[in-house]
T-cell receptor, first 117, second 112 residues
């Protein structure tokens, strides 16, 4: 069964450093997302991406964040200058346009645990 | 008012019991309702997906949506220890092309 994959599984970085989190969405999906989950809190939407551009972003997704689909398979989230409060699990998700009712919904990767020290 | 409200639990039931998990939401514009299961330090796994009001059954799981009262439910029959996880209700305004808004999750434990 196809699945979303993410690398690395765990990233430790120092405050102020840049990090890039990588995702490979399900191959025929067209919608891509990043969410984050701070330990003990709910999963929060960060950004959605469709047709090579951001379609929606949350208040969390400020100028320090950017997303890119550099080739036909990868989808990345970059944090330019990490802060302590960026420590969280970051989940990538993908979805395809509505059609078969079995195919609807968003499918999540296993997450990257980001620790900022 | 929060967009999605969910009792965080924890909820502990004996193996074989019927489990009922519930959420309420505030915005009647949402049309798509989902339940995800999340094991500790793992990604959310899509369990059930429902459009508009009504019931949907998949094996031991039944999802129910009552749009008139803005109430979402998930029932688990013949619960197993492997069902122990956090269950997240979620809403969206589009099937897969819109952000998902999650509840805080209910931690469920099935006692053998």
């Amino acid at each position: 069964e196809p699945e979303v994959t993410q690398t690395p599984s765990h990233q430790v970085t120092q405050m102020g450093q840049e990090v890039i989190l990588r995702c490979v969405p399900i191959s025929n999906h067209l919608y891509f997302y990043w969410y984050r989950q701070i330990l003990g809190q709910k999963v929060e939407f960060l950004v959605s991406f469709y047709n090579n551009e951001i379609s929606e972003k949350s208040e969390i997704f400020d100028d320090q964040f950017s997303v890119e689909r550099p080739d036909g398979s990868n989808f990345t989230l970059k944090i330019r200058s990490t802060k302590l409060e960026d420590s969280a699990m970051y989940f990538c998700a993908s979805g395809e346009p509505g059609g078969s009712i079995l195919a609807q919904g968003q499918y999540f990767g296993p997450g990257t645990r980001l620790t900022v020290t | 008012q929060k967009e999605v409200e969910q009792d965080p639990g924890p909820l502990s039931v004996p193996e074989g019991a019927i489990v009922s998990l519930n959420c309420t939401y505030s915005n009647s514009a949402f049309q798509y309702f989902m339940w995800y299961r999340q094991y500790s330090r793992k990604g959310p796994e899509l369990l059930m997906y429902t459009y508009s009001s009504g019931n949907k059954e998949d094996g031991r799981f039944t999802a129910q949506v009552d749009k008139s009262s803005k109430y979402i439910s998930l029932f688990i029959r013949d619960s197993q220890p492997s069902d122990s996880a956090t269950y997240l209700c979620a809403i969206s305004s589009h099937s897969s092309a819109s952000k998902i808004i999650f509840g805080s999750g209910t931690r469920l434990s099935i006692r053998p």
